[in-house]
Structure formats: structure tokens, C-alpha cells
């Protein structure tokens, strides 16, 4: 079986704080680990 991967761009949305950014981006991660995924990938913004 192909082990699959998730790719978190961790966005911060209009009327959102960073703080719950990284809260969703948490239970994101739980969530796909409970779905099997082998890898969590947060990617990291320069300039934004």
C-alpha cells in the first residue's frame, strides 16, 4: 500500500486568529493520522 502524505498550508483566515490556524491545523493532523496517513507536512511561508 502506497503510504500517503498531508501537505498543511496552515492559512489564517479572514476574520481568524493565528491561534485557531494552528488549532485546525492540529485537528487536521489527529485527523489524518486516525485515517491512517503516515506524514504531516506544514509548510512554512516567508513574506506573507
Given at each position: ?32 493520522e486516525r ?14
Amino acid at each position: 500500500m502506497t503510504a500517503l502524505s498531508v501537505l498543511d498550508l496552515s492559512p489564517i483566515t479572514q476574520g481568524s486568529t493565528a491561534s485557531q490556524s494552528l488549532a485546525n491545523s492540529l485537528d487536521l493532523a489527529r485527523h489524518a493520522e486516525r485515517l491512517g496517513y503516515k506524514r504531516y507536512w506544514l509548510a512554512e511561508h516567508h513574506n506573507m
